[in-house]
């Protein structure tokens, strides 16, 4: 299963996975491109292991990476909880 996370400014989603067994998050990245279809890359979470990176630029997988360096404490504990939607323990303030 896929929770989404966020989307980035220039629509980039990124979407996580569930703890899988081996204690490891899968981090999916996709954008629409009118002319090329989709862009995406997978990074998986300790390890920061990317795979399948298809048209992003080198500058946009850096961005990425810090865009999920940033926030995998928060994936980490997502993907244990069923996602944000599910994270009981993450209260947002009025």
């Known amino acids: 299963m896929m929770y989404p ?3 980035l ?4 989603e990124i979407v996580h ?13 996709e954008r629409a491109d009118e002319k090329i279809g989709f ?3 997978t990074c998986f979470l300790p390890e920061y292991e990317w795979e399948e990176i298809s048209v992003f630029s080198e500058s946009e997988i850096e961005r990425f990476q810090d865009v999920i360096r ?15 939607d599910h994270a009981a323990f993450f209260k947002l303030s009025p």
């Open 5 to 7: 996370f966020l989307t």
């Open 70 to 84: 940033s926030t995998a404490h928060l994936i980490l504990q997502f993907s244990q909880a069923g996602g944000f």
């Open 39 to 41: 862009l995406h890359a």
């Open 17 to 29: 996975s569930e703890m899988l067994p081996d204690s490891r998050v899968k981090v999916y990245m």
């Open 9 to 12: 400014d220039d629509g980039t």
